[in-house]
C-alpha cells in the first residue's frame, strides 16, 4: 500500500524585513500551529494558481505569485508532505481571518518563538539560513 502524497504550498510575504504567518484553526490537522499562509494544491490547478486561490479564500487577499523560493518535503506518520513556497506580492484586499486562527507579521529572529509542523518549520530554518535548500 502506498503512502498518500499532498501537494501543498506556502506564500512567502515579506513587508519590512517581517514575513507573515497564520495559526491554523483549533479544528484543523495540526491545531493552532503557524505556518507560512497557504493550503493544498487542488487537481487541475498549477502550484502557483493554487497559492493564489489559498490566499483569497484563506485571508481575503489577492496576491501575486513570483518565484519558488523554497522546496521541501516531509514525512509525517500517515502522509508525505511535498511543500513549495513562493515568494509572493500583495496587490489587493486586506487580511482578515476567514479560515485562519490568527495571523502575525514577524521578523526572521522572532520565528522560534511560535511552534510550527515539522514541514513548515524546515522552509524556516531555510530562511534562516540554518539549513540548505
Not at 23 to 28: D, F, K, V
Not at 75 to 91: E, G
Amino acid at each position: 500500500m502506498s503512502r498518500r502524497k499532498i501537494v501543498v504550498v506556502g506564500a512567502m510575504l515579506e513587508q519590512d524585513g517581517k514575513y507573515l504567518i497564520t495559526q491554523r484553526s483549533p479544528g484543523a490537522s495540526l491545531p493552532l500551529l503557524w505556518e507560512f499562509p497557504g493550503g493544498k494544491v487542488e487537481e487541475g490547478e498549477s502550484d502557483r494558481e493554487a497559492v493564489v486561490r489559498e490566499l483569497k479564500e484563506r485571508l481575503g487577499i489577492v496576491v501575486v505569485a513570483g518565484e519558488q523560493a523554497m522546496h521541501v518535503t516531509h514525512a509525517y506518520p500517515d502522509y508525505d508532505i511535498d511543500f513549495r513556497v513562493f515568494r509572493c506580492s500583495q496587490v489587493g484586499g486586506e487580511i482578515n481571518r476567514t479560515q485562519v486562527h490568527d495571523f502575525r507579521w514577524v521578523e526572521p529572529h522572532e520565528l522560534d518563538k511560535y511552534p510550527f509542523p515539522e514541514a513548515d518549520q524546515k522552509t524556516f530554518e531555510m530562511l534562516l539560513g540554518l539549513r540548505d535548500g
